[in-house]
């Protein structure tokens, strides 16, 4: 069995998309926030779960009335992150699918457009041949990760939020003999260009 974990900050006024809030405000920030979380979420829903034989989860940082709705709406199991710091929260993740007889788990952003239907069935095609697979996103970071077993040293102390994560992700997984396969490139929502960039791809979908 594939388990797949979507993480999603709770819509907490103030907290998200903390980036976007010079551009949009706080109320606008959290609105892009949730307009992510759900077309992350339709994207989940077009998967075919059974097919696959894959688990989809929602993970949000704290219980809140939305994160339930969307639990609820997309009949998906809702669990809480649990960790001092993002990295702590993703390990935690992995382990626990694992523990629950994953034999692959994944944590997934909720802020990646191109994650979409066709780029989670390669993820599924391939995640078997290698011991971490990657969706690396253009600015450095990555927006999924997938794992055979529990690999706490990638991350452990890692730069969040800066440039240098995959390279240090990819150093690390060299030095501890992890074979490692990475996907096309993606970009994802952080800047008020980002923003402009998804809602150009929402408009030309609704347009298709």
């Known amino acids: 069995m594939l388990s797949l974990a979507l993480f999603a900050k709770a819509p907490i006024l103030g907290e998200t998309k903390t980036r976007l809030q010079d551009a949009l405000g706080p109320e606008g920030a959290l609105e892009a926030h949730c307009e992510l979380v759900q077309y ?3 994207q989940l829903s077009l998967f075919e779960q059974k097919k696959t034989g894959t688990q989809i989860e929602l993970w949000t940082s704290a219980d ?6 969307w639990a609820q709406t997309f009949d998906l199991p809702l669990k809480i992150q649990c960790g001092d710091d993002l990295g702590a929260r993703m390990n935690h993740a992995l382990a626990d ?5 994953a034999e692959h788990a994944i944590v997934m952003g909720c802020d990646c457009p191109l994650l ?3 780029y989670l069935r390669w993820v599924t095609e391939h995640v078997g041949a290698s011991d971490v697979i990657i969706a690396p996103a253009e600015d450095g970071g990555y927006g999924l990760i997938g794992v055979a077993a529990a690999q706490p040293a990638l991350f452990l102390d890692m730069p969040w939020g800066s440039s240098l994560v995959l390279e240090e992700t990819m150093r690390r997984a060299r030095n501890n003999g992890l074979k490692v396969m ?11 260009e980002d923003w402009h960039r998804f809602q150009r791809l929402r408009n030309q979908q609704l347009s298709a």
């Open 40 to 42: 992350a979420l339709s």
């Open 182 to 192: 990475l996907g096309e490139p993606i970009w994802d929502v952080d800047r008020p």
């Open 97 to 101: 699918q694992l523990s629950r007889g």
């Open 116 to 118: 979409d239907r066709e």
């Open 64 to 69: 809140h009335p939305a994160a339930r709705h």
